[in-house]
């Protein structure tokens, strides 16, 4: 049984998330839930920036008010791990990534392709 648990798991890239949502590790609804999250992120950022104006300068005692505010909303934490919503969006960003790197990878073959079909041109020419 060990050994089935340290076997890897194969996944296609564009099939990340469907299979998260299929093997119940994240739910259909997380993206409402991070809608949700970025809300509550939003109003604590809030927070922290009007209680930072307040002031001209920041010394210690603010730090302990900051961190205060900070301790208050570690529920975003919370929201966040529950029903493993952070892999929904984790999972996201990799696909965004790895398209990305696609387009990257895919510009640059072509440039260098571009490049070696003008120097023989260039040297057909001369």
């Known amino acids: 049984y060990q050994s089935i648990q340290n076997l890897p798991i194969d996944i296609q890239t564009s099939n990340l998330l469907d299979w998260l949502v299929d093997w119940r590790h994240c ?23 009007s209680y930072i104006v307040a002031f001209a300068g920041i010394h210690y005692c603010h730090c302990l008010g900051i961190i205060e505010i900070l301790k208050r909303n570690r529920k975003i934490v ?6 493993h919503v952070y892999l929904g969006k984790q999972s996201l960003n990799y696909l965004r990534q790895f398209f990305k790197m696609l387009k990257l ?17 260039e040297n057909s020419n001369s």
Do not use: P
């Open 78 to 83: 919370f929201l966040y791990e529950k029903d």
């Open 27 to 49: 739910t259909l609804k997380w993206q409402s839930a991070v809608m949700t999250i970025k809300e509550k992120i939003n109003a604590a950022i809030q927070d922290i920036y």
């Open 105 to 121: 990878h895919h510009l640059l073959t072509n440039g260098s392709f571009a490049v070696s079909r003008c120097r023989q041109i």
